[in-house]
T-cell receptor
């Protein structure tokens, strides 16, 4: 079946512009995660959604970052007024954690470059 | 801040040798997972071990968990060039479905 997809795969933007990153999780997965990975580094947790519960936004680095998940499926991560330090690969993952299956399935990521 | 810290940061071995990497974490967990990432792209789940388990095997992978020391190790036996990748541990934050990933170990297997 289809895995997690993300778009765009690459995004180059000018400092100060807003960007939207999209994630399509595996159908039926109740949990959706966003992570950020800088070059050669580990994954930094940003936010997760689980079912109809309020999202855990504790990892968002600033109020320029926001995310929403519509209809329990597709998610959009928005970064306003982008800064050069926002340059990274943004990874999305989905999971069936609510049903006792904790494995996360990752998308290929969106490489964001802020110039 | 990162909960998991892997060591070594980088490891280079010959094909056929075993590779061991370690993960330490800070708070109580329900489970710990190991993931592999090739060429800076998507991550793939390898194995999960629950807090009440001490050891788990999957093919050439062996994972141990010591909750008293808050540490885990991943052993890859009879390594192959295709095992070249970065390996990350991920721990859940107890009471939530939030996961914190470690800093990763970069493994290079030389043919």
């Amino acid at each position: 079946g289809a895995g997690v997809s993300q778009s765009p795969s690459n995004k180059v933007t000018e400092k100060g512009k807003d960007v939207e990153l999209r994630c399509d999780p595996i159908s039926g997965h109740t949990a959706l995660y966003w992570y950020r990975q800088s070059l050669g580094q580990g994954l930094e947790f940003l936010i997760y959604f689980q079912g109809n519960s309020a999202p855990d936004k504790s990892g968002l680095p600033s109020d320029r970052f926001s995310a929403e998940r519509t209809g329990g499926s597709v998610s959009t991560l928005t970064i306003q007024r982008t800064q050069q330090e926002d340059s990274a690969v943004y990874l999305c993952a989905s999971s069936l954690v609510g049903q006792g299956a904790y494995e996360q399935y990752f998308g290929p990521g969106t490489r964001l470059t802020v110039t | 801040s990162q909960q998991g810290e892997e060591d070594p940061q980088a490891l280079s071995i010959q094909e056929g040798e075993n590779a061991t990497m370690n993960c330490s974490y800070k708070t109580s967990i329900n489970n710990l997972q190991w993931y592999r990432q090739n060429s800076g792209r998507g991550l793939v789940h390898l194995i999960l071990i629950r807090s009440n388990e001490r050891e788990k095997h999957s093919g050439r992978l062996r994972v141990t968990l010591d909750t008293s020391k808050k540490s885990s190790s991943l052993l890859i036996t009879a390594s192959r060039a295709a095992d070249t990748a970065s390996y990350f541990c991920a721990t859940d934050v107890e009471g939530t479905y939030k996961y914190i990933f470690g800093t990763g170990t970069r493994l290079k297997v030389l043919a």
